[in-house]
């Protein structure tokens, strides 16, 4: 029954206390909140709520299970597996159950469920597409990024470990390291174990290593992401000088390219403005300056060059950064690039490739093998590795994976040489090239040499 309040009344008997209550002798505080509370509904509006909602919350996953089921059948292992259950009989009741048995046994951690989580929200067809295009509206008018992209001036696109690298604390500060070592991902941030175990057993092997952090997007082109004035001084990590003086005093040759990059920004554009990657004439300057240092420390025996250059203009589409930005399709950020390239070329006219058993190994991560080959895969024959390769006139080896300058190169390394694939009986020098970001974001864990 509806209440009205009234206008005289009391709660308690100080009349100092005296407040308009309803006929029940509640306060209208007290009676909004029961009202509140006891909403009602006819019947039809409280069915079209309730099976709207069954409906919003059971067309997710159809969606995605249709989306997983199309995706299934186009993979070629679809017909065979189709075929095997159509000959199989049935299960094994015995295997049945030691199969249930383990999954039981295997329960996930904190740490495996959000993973499990995160993947499954990546993969869902919905998300997808509503993600897509609510990125494309805070892009497009707010100049929004995401979670691993930022977005700076001209439509320059910035990666966040990189921001992260020149505007966080030293990444060789004690609380630093400790809050890394925190996450369960992450073996050992420390960086100065790992390069210095390495080099000790190169050395013992008589080869020389030359480790060269290969410089961030932002570092070069700080004016890009923010109007600070003219920048007369590199963005750097406050802990970068100190780890080259540690490792230089251990006797590990450091190529720091990143000054003499710096230098040359106001005369032409050192990265490609949606992409993490440098321009194919900065490798090819970097390949030179690494070249001269190669060939003072070591003294490799001369011969004459086997290769020949050609430059060439590759449609190069949109950059890294640009896809990472899930935009749709139809709501192109920025514009398909085209670089001019430097292509390396054998005696024979073909792209360089590597050359096992070459004096000169270089270890890194997409940096090293960026612009060997283009979008669609084809050589071409213009990346570091290569460009190195023919500023010192001799055959080169490498070991490239992207983002495996910190660990994933060096494991590769070791795994082939336990295999019996590779020797460095006739390596006398490594090149350990790794972003330098990867500082503040990589996984160092020290790995011993068979």
Known sequence: MKEHPIATGTIGADGRAARPVTEAGRTREEQALVELGHTTFSRGVAS???????????????????SELREWRARPAAAAVRAGLAHAGAPDASALAARIRQLIARVPTEHQLRRVETLMEQRSAVGAFVRTRVQGLLTRWFGVGNDNVYIGRDRWLFYRHGVEYVTGPGFLSP???????????????????????????????????????????????PDRFHSG???????????????????????????????????????????????????????????????????????????ASPYRTRRADVFWGLGDLAIMLQLPADQPFVDPATVNVRQVLSASGEPWTPTPDAPVLMLGDSFCMNYEYDRSGGPLGAGLAGQLSYELGQPLDRICAAGGGSYLARYLLATQLVAGARTLDHVRVVVWQFTIRELVAGDWRVIDLP
């Open 229 to 303: 004035g003219d920048w007369p001084s590199m963005p750097q990590n406050p802990s970068f000088d100190r780890f080259r003086f540690e490792l230089e005093r251990r006797g590990v040759r450091v190529f720091d390219p990143a000054p003499a990059l710096y230098a040359r920004r106001a005369e032409q554009q050192l990265y490609l403005a949606a992409d993490t990657h440098w321009m194919p004439r900065t490798a090819e300057a970097v390949a030179h300056d690494l070249a001269q240092q190669i060939k003072v420390m070591t003294r490799l025996p001369p011969m």
């Open 48 to 66: 079209a709520l309730t099976a709207a909602f069954l409906v919003t919350i059971a067309l997710v996953p159809a969606i995605q299970g249709w």
């Open 175 to 221: 609380w630093f390291l400790a809050r890394r070592r925190a996450i369960p991902d992450i073996v050992e941030p420390d960086p100065r174990p790992s390069i210095l175990r390495f080099h000790e057993q190169l050395a013992r092997r008589g080869i020389s290593l030359v480790l060269m952090p290969t410089p961030d997007k932002i570092m070069m082109h």
